[in-house]
């Protein structure tokens, strides 16, 4: 067991070395954030299976807080609520479940930030169209392979190969986008 710990740990170290480009589109992402907090829009966030834990997990770090005190950003994740998902898959079909709720919640400047490991998500991907369709500025968090990182306006691509590696590097994101919002945190 202790050999399969090792090898996993070793892919992990190896990606963290090509992180420059990842830091980048991060930062980046950062001061679209930035901007719209400043101008009082809303963030919505999405994905499947482990990318919704990491889409809700962005939401409550931002409404509450991550380490420090500071004021809530509204950032909403389009996983949460069983009812409206449960309801929307079965009236329209499971690949609209966020493009509705984005139809009905989004608005021009808007932000909709995209998780899929895969880039293919056809809900994911049905979602971009309606954000874009809305006048939203879309942001994908994806891996290497797949659609997504091509139709959104910024995307965060992990360096690594596999799902595991990629929802880490989410993750990672994640809490570096959180830093850039901590109150001690020097501006972008």
Same mark, same amino acid.
């Given at each position: 067991?202790?050999?399969?710990?090792?090898?996993?740990?070793?892919?992990?170290?190896?990606?963290?070395?090509?992180?420059?480009?990842?830091?980048?589109?991060?930062?980046?992402?950062?001061?679209?954030?930035?901007?719209?907090?400043?101008?009082?829009?809303?963030?919505?966030?999405?994905?499947?299976?482990?990318?919704?834990?990491?889409?809700?997990?962005?939401?409550?770090?931002?409404?509450?807080?991550?380490?420090?005190?500071?004021?809530?950003?509204?950032?909403?994740?389009?996983?949460?609520?069983?009812?409206?998902?449960?309801? $929307?898959?079965?009236? #329209?079909?499971?690949?609209?479940?966020? *493009?509705?709720? +984005?139809? !009905?919640?989004? =608005?021009?400047?808007? $932000?909709?930030?995209? #998780?899929?490991?895969?880039?293919?998500? *056809?809900?994911? +991907?049905? !979602?971009?169209? =309606?954000?874009?369709?809305?006048?939203?500025?879309?942001?994908?968090?994806?891996?290497? *392979?797949?659609? +997504?990182?091509?139709?959104?306006?910024?995307?965060?691509?992990?360096?690594?190969?596999?799902?595991?590696?990629?929802?880490?590097?989410? +993750?990672?994101?994640?809490?570096?986008?959180?830093?850039?919002?901590?109150?001690?945190?020097?501006?972008?």
């Amino acid at each position: 067991m202790t050999t399969l710990y090792q090898r996993q740990t070793a892919e992990l170290r190896h990606v963290l070395q090509n992180m420059k480009e990842f830091h980048r589109q991060v930062a980046q992402v950062a001061q679209q954030l930035q901007e719209a907090f400043l101008q009082n829009k809303t963030v919505y966030v999405a994905g499947n299976g482990g990318s919704a834990t990491l889409a809700q997990h962005f939401s409550d770090e931002m409404m509450g807080r991550y380490r420090q005190d500071r004021r809530p950003y509204p950032v909403i994740a389009l996983t949460a609520d069983s009812a409206v998902l449960t309801c $929307i898959g079965n009236d #329209y079909g499971y690949e609209h479940i966020f *493009a509705r709720q +984005l139809e !009905a919640l989004g =608005q021009e400047g808007d $932000i909709f930030m995209a #998780y899929s490991t895969s880039g293919n998500s *056809a809900n994911i +991907l049905a !979602a971009v169209l =309606q954000a874009k369709k809305q006048g939203m500025t879309v942001v994908a968090f994806t891996g290497p *392979a797949g659609k +997504l990182k091509e139709v959104a306006d910024y995307a965060v691509v992990s360096p690594a190969q596999t799902t595991n590696r990629i929802q880490e590097l989410d +993750l990672h994101a994640i809490h570096l986008l959180c830093e850039a919002f901590e109150p001690s945190v020097e501006k972008i």
